[in-house]
T-cell receptor
Framework: AQRVTQPEKLLSVFKGAPVELKCNYS??????LFWYVQYSRQRLQLLLR??SRESIKGFTADLNKGETSFHLKKPFAQEEDSAMYYC????????????FGTGTSLTVIP | SQTIHQWPATLVQPVGSPLSLECTVE??????LYWYRQAAGRGLQLLFY??????ISSEVPQNLSASRPQDRQFILSSKKLLLSDSGFYLC????????????FGSGTRLTVV
């Protein structure tokens, strides 16, 4: 069965420190992985997709099929990165829907 | 460009009253439409999704129902609200294939009193 696990509900880092939000998944087939972000008082929005191999707002995420992980990383955290982050998965076996993790609330301490 | 509208933003309803939340999408045709509930510690729970007019898939049994009367309109309803229906409800749309991810509405905070 498809599953997305975000082991950390809360994560705090100091400004300028590296940050890594963990995401592990379970899926039989080739998954498509995404990270969504929700800033305070804003709507949930797409941050990045693994298929694009892009860096958005300094964040990157690499799909590691061997470890079934899609961790979100940023070398130097900024205060404006404080938000709720969701990892999500889709693929041919998920029909027309995404599976979301339970989210990680990131706080960047000034 | 595509936009998604969801209303109302907040709603306070008494137990036993009916519910109707509406979501509309502009700028695209034949979108996949979704209703999610966002709860602290439980993340995003998919309630319903629709791949076309009149086609509704339910993910969890509950006191809610959904309808898609038009291509770009998705409605979340209840005949009689329960206290446990309180929460934050999100509508989203996605293209077929989901390559581009979802676009979410701004959400509705429902409080059942």
């Amino acid at each position: 069965a498809q599953r997305v696990t975000q082991p950390e509900k809360l994560l705090s880092v100091f400004k300028g420190a590296p940050v890594e939000l963990k995401c592990n998944y379970s899926y039989s087939g080739s998954p498509e992985l995404f990270w969504y972000v929700q800033y305070s008082r804003q709507r949930l929005q797409l941050l990045l997709r693994h298929i694009s191999r892009e860096s958005i707002k300094g964040f990157t995420a690499d799909l590691n099929k061997g470890e079934t992980s899609f961790h979100l990383k940023k070398p130097f955290a900024q205060e404006e990165d404080s938000a709720m982050y969701y990892c999500a998965l889709s693929g041919r076996n998920t029909g027309n829907q995404f599976y979301f993790g339970t989210g990680t609330s990131l706080t960047v301490i000034p | 460009s595509q936009t998604i509208h969801q209303w109302p933003a907040t709603l306070v309803q008494p137990v036993g009253s009916p519910l109707s939340l509406e979501c509309t999408v502009e700028g695209t045709s034949n979108p996949n439409l979704y209703w999610y509930r966002q709860a602290a510690g439980r993340g995003l729970q998919l309630l319903f999704y629709s791949v076309g007019i009149g086609q509704i898939s339910s993910e969890v049994p509950q006191n809610l129902s959904a309808s898609r009367p038009q291509d770009r309109q998705f409605i979340l309803s209840s005949k009689k609200l329960l206290l446990s229906d309180s929460g934050f409800y999100l509508c989203a749309w996605g293209r077929q294939g989901l390559d581009y991810g979802y676009t979410f509405g701004s959400g509705t905070r429902l409080t059942v009193v």
